[in-house]
């Protein structure tokens, strides 16, 4: 039987160990996946956000920000789903957004968010997530 370590924190030391196939998958189990942005519902204009007229939503430029922030701003009749309306996203570009949302709880099923920029969003573990592939 395989056994990891459970730390405290990067300092304290080996506080536990487990079988293995208890901390859940490996990372090579995971998809291949690269951070992109964090997007963050505002009510407040921000500077520089641009108008997506078919979702009713502004949005900002997540590579001018410093720490990848997308700010959104929902019009009170966009079509899009309350949950990302409400909740904070975090984005991922993927190699194979197909093979990325096989068994995953879908939010919006993909769309071409710009020309060569395919998207989707899923709900893992209560988090809204967005996956990007570039085509």
């Given at each position: 039987m395989q056994w990891h370590a459970v730390r405290a924190g990067p300092a304290q030391g080996v506080i536990a160990?487990?079988?293995?196939?208890?901390?859940?998958?490996?990372?090579?189990?995971?998809?291949?996946?690269?951070?992109?942005?964090?997007?963050?519902?505002?009510d407040q204009p921000q500077p520089d956000e641009v108008y997506l007229d078919g979702a009713k939503v502004y949005i900002t430029n997540a590579d001018t920000h410093p720490y990848r922030f997308e700010y959104l701003r929902f019009e009170p009749d966009t079509p899009l789903p309350e949950r990302m309306q409400t909740n904070p996203h975090v984005a991922y570009m993927v190699d194979d957004l197909d093979a990325a949302l096989e068994g995953e709880s879908i939010l919006m099923e993909p769309f071409e968010a710009m020309d060569g920029l395919r998207v989707a969003f899923i709900v893992k573990d209560g988090v809204v997530v967005e996956l990007m592939q570039e085509v």
């Amino acid at each position: 039987m395989q056994w990891h370590a459970v730390r405290a924190g990067p300092a304290q030391g080996v506080i536990a160990e487990v079988p293995a196939d208890a901390v859940g998958p490996t990372r090579k189990e995971l998809p291949v996946a690269t951070f992109h942005h964090v997007g963050v519902p505002t009510d407040q204009p921000q500077p520089d956000e641009v108008y997506l007229d078919g979702a009713k939503v502004y949005i900002t430029n997540a590579d001018t920000h410093p720490y990848r922030f997308e700010y959104l701003r929902f019009e009170p009749d966009t079509p899009l789903p309350e949950r990302m309306q409400t909740n904070p996203h975090v984005a991922y570009m993927v190699d194979d957004l197909d093979a990325a949302l096989e068994g995953e709880s879908i939010l919006m099923e993909p769309f071409e968010a710009m020309d060569g920029l395919r998207v989707a969003f899923i709900v893992k573990d209560g988090v809204v997530v967005e996956l990007m592939q570039e085509v």
